[in-house]
């Protein structure tokens, strides 16, 4: 008589930004072709993962307060930490509780070989108690995210939203910023070729997607032979298959005339770009060692309006780096204030091993840096609500994405987060909605 094969089970948390994301949706879709069951609860499991981020200390600290948590809510099963974390710090990952297996990155079968064995070497050991709470706290793959998903946490959906699906067409990074640990954990820059990419997006089209994001750790370096990242995307939309495109982060050095041509020319690349800014002070970006500069970030950010008049910049801003003056932080907040930015992520400096700013002198004090971050907030909110403004009474298609509180919500094409109570509608629809302050609003702060 043949025995019964155990359903295996596996949960999967991911931190930080979108190419993780991409990278633990690509892990899960080969988990589920080899038969393995996704669960939306770690007490469910037999394995659990965690894909982690290590671009600041707080992402290596919610890491670790994340691993804590999965080992207490199911303590009987092994946990593999992979990612960026256990890439760069791998020793301090396995000290963090028992039961913590290491994997360097996210290699798909590697990662599942351990899994397998791990699952096996489990046997018929108890699990968690069910009931326990799902630990998400953050957006689900396939349905939305914020501008900057640095610190996030999240599990990758067992059931995408079908409205908005990522793809990673570019990793690692060949710039050395002196703050970043990012090459560090992803290496050189590399490319995915043009016609993988295509595939992609048919098959991500073919599952009912009808957003395609594009995005990469710095898509601004995208090579295949003679394609950079204008032939690429212009290839992307060249295929007709979804809707909207759009681009995740992208350095102001890609912002070129042959990249504002494909956004002329084809609407489906919705008007909406992330171009991180890190300091409004060319001293401070001199010390950084940022490429690109904040003449060169603020033309780049004119000729994209000029453009498309209807279009929305975020970005991300970084205070408190060694030397950084009120001065420094003045000049930030006018670029801010000129650039009118419809979203900005701000985050405190933190030093990372490896890194130039790491042993730089000039630390400015915490009490400081805190005053300066809510001094930023405060400017990029009064840029938000100057935005919003423009789009007052204008119809803006809005891709719907969920219903909560009685109210649907989704991204117009510009990236400005809109509720409406309209009836009718459903999760996949574009609708035109205008922003009236009663039945239909602005989300803000995003």
């Known amino acids: 008589m043949m025995g019964v094969v155990r359903e295996r089970r596996f949960y999967l948390q991911t931190l930080g ?30 394995v659990a993962l965690v894909n982690t981020c ?43 509780c028992e039961g913590v297996h290491v994997v360097p990155g996210l290699p798909v079968d590697a990662t599942l070989a351990l899994m397998e064995q791990l699952a096996e070497a489990a046997g018929e050991q108890p699990h968690g108690a069910k009931g326990e709470p799902d630990l998400a706290t953050g957006e689900t793959l396939g349905v939305r995210s914020c501008d900057s998903m640095r610190g996030s946490s999240s599990p990758v959906a067992l059931a995408p939203g079908r409205t908005r699906a990522f793809i990673k067409i570019q990793d690692g990074c060949d710039q050395r910023c002196a703050y970043c640990k990012v090459p560090l954990a992803r290496g050189p820059s590399r490319s995915v070729p043009v016609g993988a990419v295509l595939q992609q997006v048919e098959a991500r089209a073919a599952e009912g997607f009808r957003e395609i994001v594009l995005t990469g750790v710095n898509m601004a370096l995208y090579r295949d032979g003679t394609t950079g990242l204008a032939g690429l995307l212009r290839a992307v939309a060249g295929l007709g298959m979804v809707p909207r495109i759009r681009l995740s982060s992208v350095e102001a050095t890609a912002v070129d005339e042959c990249l504002l041509a494909v956004f002329a020319a084809h609407p489906s690349v919705v008007p909406h770009i992330h171009m991180p800014l890190q300091s409004g002070s060319p001293r401070v970006l001199a010390r950084m060692q940022r490429v690109v500069t904040r003449e060169q970030f603020c033309a780049a950010a004119r000729e994209f ?37 419809g979203k900005v992520h701000v985050f405190p400096f933190s030093p ?50 969920q219903q909560r509180d009685g109210w649907w919500e989704g991204f117009s094409h510009n990236y400005l987060r809109v509720r409406t109570r309209r009836r009718g509608v459903r999760p996949g629809d574009i609708v035109e909605l205008t922003v009236n302050q009663r039945d239909t609003l602005f989300v803000f702060p995003c």
């Open 54 to 96: 290590t671009v600041t200390g707080h992402a290596d600290a919610t890491a670790r307060k994340v691993i804590r948590a999965l080992h207490r809510a199911n303590p009987s099963i092994p946990l593999i930490v992979a990612g960026c974390y256990a890439r760069t710090d791998a020793a301090s990952v396995a000290q963090v």
């Open 17 to 46: 930004c979108k190419v993780n994301w991409c990278d633990s949706d690509a892990f899960a879709r080969a988990a589920r072709s080899r038969g393995w069951v996704q669960v939306g609860r770690v007490s469910d499991a037999q």
């Open 305 to 341: 309006y000029r453009c498309r008049p209807d279009g929305v910049i975020t970005t991300d801003v970084l205070v408190g780096f060694p030397g950084e003056t009120p001065a420094d932080v003045a000049e930030t907040r006018a670029v801010i204030e000129e650039i009118g930015f």
């Open 352 to 401: 990372r091993p490896g890194t130039a700013a790491a042993a730089m002198p000039g630390r400015v004090r915490p009490a400081e840096v805190r005053a300066r971050e809510a001094e930023i907030i405060r400017a990029a909110a009064e840029a938000a609500r100057r935005c919003r403004e423009r789009f007052l009474g204008v119809p803006l298609p809005v891709l719907i994405e």
